[in-house]
């Protein structure tokens, strides 16, 4: 018998499964014990009854984060019993077998809340176990499908992903070098490209027009969040790279985040000028209602200052994207 995710139970009424996940919860209610059986895709209620002694007294034992195996079958929930807010909450497991893969210590926190009452230093010494807790499931999942869906979109576009090379020839700039040394050749070092437009240029130069890459930005400074879709086009206007990105970024939002709501559509466009004498910043908050977190405000800012004045009376590339 094939083993499925725990979330495919939900169309599988009458049907005799098996799964294999970690116990979240336990209850005891006397006569019956029911626990929360969990897999990456969610829950399940099992619900053990004295009938079948042998599973029974075995389930007497579940603690929580054991990882078992369960075979059985998948009943309709009382009517009265059924849960709303899980995707599985109509179904509930009656299970015919019943093996302890791994037995578990109680863990240094709970993983049923979003771990955000945890300080971060043991949630990064426990990160095998916080990475089971639900929220965090579902955080690697949506960029999973984020990623998926930008590969998707942009292949039906006619772009191609290429990775360019991430260990080259120090070129020095601005940032410090990210060095890696070479066992092939001591006292030689790799360094992390802090001139990837050569490769840009040489891709364009190629013949190669349209390419992206989900970006790895490794630096000796602060991590850059917003740094991770590298987008290049050929024989374009400014025009056609913003309606590229808006294109993705809408249909993006409506296949993957339905629930949230674009305030206007096309992106409105505002100068670099208008965005700091308006809202003190280049990535303002537009949101004409800032109480709801389901409304989404994009906006263009466009002819950003290319040199700004230096104590010394000379010129300097601009610093983009800081608060003033």
Partial sequence: MKSIFINETKDLV???????????????????????????????????????KEIYELAKTLRSEWAVRIKGKVNPRPEKMIN????????????????????????????????????????????YLDLRRPRMAINLTKRHQLILHIRNWLDKEGFLEIETPIL????????????????????????????PQQYKQLLMASGVEKYFQIARCFRDEDTRGDRQLDLEMSFVEREDVMAVNEKLLI?????????????EMPFPKITYQEAIDKYSTDRPDIRKDKNDPNTLAFCWVIDFPFFDKTDNDGWTFTRLSQNL
């Fill in 84 to 127: 709303a807010e899980i995707e599985t909450g109509k179904v509930e497991f009656e299970p015919s077998e019943l093996e302890v893969l791994n037995e578990s210590l109680t863990p240094p926190f709970a993983l049923d809340t979003n771990g955000l009452e945890i300080g971060e230093d043991s949630r990064m010494k426990y990160r």
């Fill in 14 to 52: 009458g049907k005799e499964v098996e799964l294999f996940g970690w116990i979240h919860v336990r209850r005891d209610h006397g006569k019956l014990i029911f626990i929360d059986l969990r897999d990456r895709s969610g829950t399940i209620q099992v619900v053990f009854v004295p009938s079948n």
């Fill in 251 to 263: 249909d993006l939002v409506q296949k993957l985040y339905p629930e949230k709501k674009i305030q």
């Fill in 168 to 195: 080259t020839k120090s070129t020095p700039e601005g940032a410090r070098d990210y060095v890696v040394p070479s066992r092939l050749y001591p006292g030689k070092f790799f360094a992390l490209p802090q001139s």
